[in-house]
């Protein structure tokens, strides 16, 4: 019968929960989720986007006889804190105690990392001070911090740069790509010069503290902490990070690389493009219509149960 368990572990006075399915009979292989970035809960869901992407793979890995746990980031879900005052750098050491918790497993004699998305940037970070057996690099991007957020703004404005009929007129008209411009900038600015962990910004709190340490953050600089056997993954319909960036980490680091040019970023297989600026009505139709990749999945389980 498989087990299915709430996690919990504890980091200065802080209670972070998770969810730990035991498959029966199971292989003693476990998986550790580390999700992507924003206000995401173990299951992969958060605000507008209901995904289930994380209980979806999960349960997929789990079908195959594999350990897995996943967790409620800081301040999602049951985890306690405060997720707008978090850093890069508290998500970071969050994994790296969920990795060390699992690794105490008496059931646990092998541990894979999948980091997907902001998981696959931090990975290698979390295998810094505890290492694992593999690691899956999953639609992750392989630039410095400070170039990836500027890389989809820069998508953004190439986007509507590009629009045409009534739409385009309108974006032109108004100089939409102009007040984004400076909008950026003067937002960068509020960022850097006040040192607060949140600030107000147009009425709205931001995880100031993310932002900066995302910036500053670099992938390149943890390479020498990723196991020996590792999988970069991306899909051809990803456009939110940029396409090669599963085959430049490989290159640094002799990971096996798998390419699916009809994935895109929710692991779902689709055959229509996307778009950043209708990406939200998208998703949702992705969420709703298309199925999780099913050559990714079987190469992904694969290459665990090697």
């Known amino acids: ?38 206000k995401v809960d173990r299951d992969g869901n958060g605000g507008w986007m209901q995904a289930d992407i994380y209980k979806e793979l999960a349960g997929r890995l789990h079908e195959a006889g594999l350990i897995t746990l996943r967790y409620d980031k800081r301040g999602v879900g049951k985890s306690e804190g405060s997720y707008v005052a978090a850093g890069l750098w508290d998500f970071i050491k969050d994994a790296g105690d969920w990795l060390e918790f699992l690794k105490g497993r008496s059931e646990v004699e092998e541990v894979t990392v999948i980091g997907h998305s902001e998981g696959a940037i931090i990975g290698p970070a979390v295998m810094r001070d505890r290492s694992a057996d593999r690691f899956i690099f999953l639609c992750g991007s392989f630039n410095k911090g400070e170039e990836l957020l500027d890389y989809q703004n ?72 990723v196991p020996a056997r590792s999988l970069a993954i991306e ?8 396409q090669g960036s599963a085959r430049a980490f490989a290159s640094h680091t002799g990971a096996e690389v798998k390419v699916y040019p009809d994935m895109n970023h929710l692991l779902r297989k689709r055959s229509d493009n996307h778009t950043l600026l209708n990406i939200k009505k998208e998703y949702k139709e992705s969420i709703r219509k298309d199925e999780m990749h099913p050559d990714m999945l079987r190469d992904l389980i694969q290459f665990l149960q090697s």
């Not at 709430?6 to 929960?17: C, D, F, P, S």
């Not at 993310?210 to 020498?224: C, G, H, I, Q």
């Not at 899909?235 to 940029?242: A, E, M, S, T, Y």
Request: without cysteine; glycine residues 8%.
């Open 235 to 242: 899909g051809g319909k990803d456009v939110q990070v940029k």
């Open 154 to 225: 820069r998508m953004i404005r190439q986007e509507i740069a590009e629009a045409s009929g009534v739409k385009g007129f309108f974006f032109r008209m108004l100089k939409v790509n102009k007040k984004i411009e400076k909008q950026t900038r003067k937002f960068y600015e509020k960022i850097e010069a006040d040192p607060s962990d949140v600030i107000q910004y147009k009425g709205t709190k931001i995880n100031a503290k993310w932002v900066r340490e995302m910036r500053a953050f670099d992938t390149a600089d943890y390479l020498s902490y």
């Open 1 to 38: 019968m498989t087990k299915v368990q709430e996690a919990v572990i504890e980091r200065e006075g802080t209670k972070l929960y998770g969810t730990l399915t035991l498959p029966d009979p199971h292989s003693k292989k476990a998986v550790l989720l580390i999700p992507g970035s924003g």
